[in-house]
């Protein structure tokens, strides 16, 4: 009897925040989303995050005179239109809602964004950044940055957009792994260190701020360092547990899990990539990745403890 070929998956030496996040969540969903590759149905909230981001985005095209609270509600239904076009299959997530309902929402959360910041007084250095860096590990880190200001005198600013509500105390210290993650990608790459990470919740109009320090960074690192070795003993043992906790009735692959009496697909070969060799999934090539700006950009912003 003749054995089906089964083609290796490569592992990728790469880690992004939402990719630790998941595997921090539960081993089993970085699996099934980083390994198996999985296809995920659209949800409201994160297409609805979709389109906020976008127009929170364009709303900086725009002279400084122009970015008022009425004409960012009107960019809205266009960063829909656009979505739709370019993913048909998201027009789902209004179903339920209706899409004038599930609009109106989102133009909600775009105004609460003017109780944070006067985008008036504002011109970032960058937007959807991609940004990334080789630690010593070996381990390519990498991310999407919403914002990124830079002040006169080269203080760095990173800004992220949320479209839920601020955390509560205990568990602030996991939403800012993600920023201080962007902080060591900016750190390693280009040797500044950011001066502020903030977190704009857009579901309650409150910003969680923080000011990371070399000490903070370097024990980020030897988080993601511990993180992916972890990853990386979960595939030697060809084995990815499940993590039950209260996401899980969020989660697409349920049906999949043990723990909901679920049977995970076979776990396909994995090849391991030599920690010197770089190997990114899904990442532009070098003539489309934008730089991070220069440090000495002369665009004003407002100062970092006023914005």
Avoid at 95 to 120: C, H, I, K, M
Wanted: proline residues 10%; charged residues 25%; hydrophobic residues 40%.
């Amino acid at each position: 009897m003749d054995v089906p070929t089964v083609e290796p998956v490569e592992l990728p030496t790469s880690l992004s925040p939402s990719r630790a996040s998941d595997f921090l969540t539960c081993p089993l969903l970085f699996r099934f989303r980083s390994i198996d590759r999985l296809p995920q149905e659209p949800s409201s909230a994160a297409v609805r995050g979709t389109v906020v981001h976008a127009a929170l985005e364009g709303l900086y095209d725009l002279p400084a005179v122009e970015r008022t609270p009425e004409v960012a509600a009107a960019l809205v239904e266009p960063a829909w239109t656009d979505l739709v076009a370019r993913e048909p299959e998201v027009s789902v997530v209004v179903e339920n809602e209706g899409l004038d309902a599930w609009l109106a929402v989102a133009r909600t959360l775009v105004e609460s964004y003017f109780g944070l910041e006067d985008p008036q007084r504002l011109e970032p250095a960058a937007r959807e950044l991609l940004v990334e860096s080789e630690l010593d590990s070996g381990l390519t880190i990498r991310g999407y940055v919403d914002r990124l200001d830079i002040s006169p005198e080269g203080l760095i600013r990173v800004v992220d957009y949320k479209t839920g509500k601020s955390p509560s105390e205990r568990f602030e210290q996991k939403a800012l792994f993600q920023m201080r993650f962007y902080a060591l990608v900016l750190w390693r790459r280009d040797g500044v260190i950011p001066r502020q990470l903030k977190l704009l919740y857009l579901g309650n109009g409150q910003a969680l701020i923080d000011a990371p320090d070399e000490e903070t960074l370097l024990a980020t690192e030897r988080k993601i360092d511990a993180l992916w070795q972890a990853i990386v003993e979960s595939v030697d043992r060809r084995e990815f547990r499940p993590s039950p906790g209260p996401l899980c009735s969020w989660c697409d692959y349920q049906s999949l899990c043990p723990a909901f009496g679920g049977v995970p697909p076979e776990l396909p070969l994995i090849t391991l990539v030599a920690p010197n060799r770089r190997v990114v999934v899904d990442t532009p090539d070098e003539a489309s990745r934008p730089a991070l700006p220069d440090l000495a950009l002369p665009d004003v912003v407002a100062p970092l403890e006023e914005a």
